[in-house]
């Protein structure tokens, strides 16, 4: 109980234990989610759809977290607001044996999927490697007895070559001749390749009926190829073009030949998206044999603050850091994977980000750069996954500190084009703008759903208000349902929600300055900094758009005005 204490400093955080296990409604898994032309992900009414989410990969035996079967523990994802898990599942857990199939670890993986289903979360299959095997003193993300029908290496360059003895720094083992040979080997060797397509082929056959497996991921972090046989290959966008995408391409066809519709996640070399063009991606995996394969495609991509990675993530990050990563790194992966995903017509998903741990001190690196990234990602409308599942602590109780940051408002669901989204974790203000699409396709008049924490940063209630005020909204448990009226349900109109906390419902509201944001379309992006007040010129224009139309908190508007919306 001592260990509980920590957790329970104020009343605030008790609200948060009890509120936690209040359940919201969710609409459930009726079809699989597709891309639409503009790259965003959709539901089957073709609503906008973002997904907020966290990792969970296991290297080792059993190659999957046991905690995913806990269902107290999904319950309190579901209610801290995350909707999606990138979920490791491992090549040496689905094959430990040459033509072998551990059926018995499909099955736990199968429960996995179906518990989240059960708790409203996608799920993304990630086939999770890092510095490639055991051989390389790491852990088998390709397994041992594939490893050992690769071509001998030569016993001048056998591993640790060039150093002197293995490498005990992470990622040094890329740079040995044996693993970048072997990388090599794993993209252009057919007899080696062909095993990855069985793994994938397997994989899809299983969870294809599944229409909350949100995607495949076709390879972690793919590394460089063998750079010392050739220099090009130090090239991301050299090994994007000559190495993965073939292989991916290959990797689609062996996929659709069990699975034509679920999303395929496919990376870069993970520094291919620090310049432009740096991918070498020319197309979307498998557009090359079905044009139509770009709007089932989805550049998966990672983003840290490498320099902080040499640093205790808890101490104050030094000034020259904060630029270089928040000012110019950030803005430049933003940049070149909108870009990227312009110019081959897929998709984009932040599956990791991460070295940051949110705490109470404001000038940490973990405070900083999580705040950061969030922001930003909220600038762009960008869905993302955490890494890593660091949310509740060893008695399952969630740290205040973390979900305080990353347990936020966003919309779930929108039908029609998002222009601006922000969400303060500090004061808990929330502001969405969006230009509402014709609905008269859909059964339900409901125009966005947007999910509310509540427990998290709304314990003594929450205030809405509308733009146009004759929207209507309901609440249930956590999912704050907008709904036009019929009168408006074929109008293409813009539409403006602010949230906050009830406390804060008497005083000058403050709001952000709404500079519309394009996903998809480079150059467009801005690195922003906020005032303290968050644009109050602009909020000033919508409480004054507000007034023209009627009083803050009304829901009803004249036939007169309903013209000129």
Not at 82 to 93: C, I, P, Q
Not at 150 to 173: G, L, M, Q, V
Not at 368 to 390: G, M, P, R
Not at 429 to 450: C, P, Q, R, T, W
Request: proline share 6%; charged share 20%.
């Amino acid at each position: 109980m001592a260990n509980f204490g920590k957790y329970i400093r104020s009343g605030a955080i008790l609200t948060v234990l009890t509120l936690l296990f209040v359940t919201f409604s969710f609409a459930g898994f009726t079809d699989k989610v597709r891309l639409n032309e503009d790259g965003m992900f959709v539901d089957s009414s073709s609503r906008v759809m973002l997904f907020h989410g966290f990792n969970t990969v296991v290297k080792r035996f059993p190659w999957y977290d046991l905690q995913m079967k806990n269902e107290s523990r999904l319950k309190i994802y579901k209610n801290l607001g995350f909707n999606v898990v990138r979920l490791g599942l491992m090549w040496s857990g689905v094959m430990p044996l040459k033509s072998t199939v551990n059926q018995t670890y499909l099955e736990e993986i199968e429960k996995i999927v179906d518990l989240c289903e059960k708790y409203g979360l996608y799920v993304l299959l990630d086939m999770h490697q890092d510095e490639l095997s055991s051989k390389f003193n790491s852990y088998d993300g390709v397994p041992l007895w594939l490893m050992n029908e690769f071509p001998r290496i030569s016993s001048d360059y056998k591993y640790p070559w060039p150093f002197e003895k293995p490498p005990t720094r992470k990622f040094y083992n890329y740079l040995t001749y044996a693993c970048a040979e072997c990388a090599e080997q794993l993209y252009t060797n057919l007899s080696i390749f062909k095993y990855w397509g069985d793994f994938w082929e397997v994989v899809a056959d299983r969870f294809k009926q599944k229409n909350n497996v949100l995607g495949y991921e076709l390879i972690n972090e793919p590394p460089m190829s063998n750079f010392y046989k050739r220099y090009e290959s130090l090239s991301p966008a050299y090994v994007g073009k000559h190495h993965l995408l073939p292989v991916y391409d290959y990797l689609v066809k062996r996929i659709r030949v069990k699975d034509q519709q679920t999303l395929v996640f496919f990376e870069p070399m993970t520094y291919g998206i620090f310049y432009p063009r740096g991918t070498g991606f020319t197309h979307a995996p498998g557009t090359v044999d079905d044009p139509r394969e770009r709007l089932k495609s989805v550049l998966s991509y990672h983003y840290y603050c490498w320099p902080a990675t040499r640093m205790k993530p808890n101490s104050t990050m030094p000034w020259w850091m904060r630029i270089f990563c928040d000012q110019i790194l950030l803005p430049e992966v933003m940049i070149n994977t909108a870009e990227t995903a312009r110019l081959i017509g897929s998709g984009r998903f932040m599956t990791e980000f991460g070295h940051c741990a949110p705490d109470s001190n404001p000038l940490s690196i973990n405070t900083i750069e999580c705040n950061k990234v969030l922001d930003t990602a909220d600038e762009q409308f960008e869905s993302w996954t955490y890494w890593n599942d660091k949310l509740l602590d060893n008695f399952a109780y969630p740290v205040p500190t973390h979900i305080k940051v990353l347990s936020r408002c966003y919309p779930r669901t929108v039908s029609g084009h998002l222009l601006n989204m922000r969400f303060d974790p500090k004061s808990a203000y929330f502001f969405l703008k969006f230009n509402k699409s014709s609905v008269s396709s859909i059964s339900s008049n409901i125009i966005a759903e947007i999910f509310i924490p509540r427990a998290v940063h709304y314990p003594h209630g929450f205030v809405v208000a509308l733009n146009p005020p004759v929207l209507k909204y309901t609440t249930k448990g956590d999912i704050l349902s907008i709904k036009a009226p019929f009168c408006l349900r074929k109008l293409t109109l813009i539409v403006e929600v602010v949230i906050m906390k009830r406390e804060m419902q008497m005083l000058p509201l403050k709001h952000e300055v709404a500079y519309p944001t394009h996903r998809n379309v480079a150059g467009q992006y801005k690195a922003k900094s906020y005032s303290e007040d968050y644009g109050v010129r602009e909020h000033s224009l919508f409480l004054n758009r507000m007034t023209a139309n009627s009083s803050f908190s009304s829901r009803r508007l004249r036939e007169d005005q309903i013209a000129t919306l």
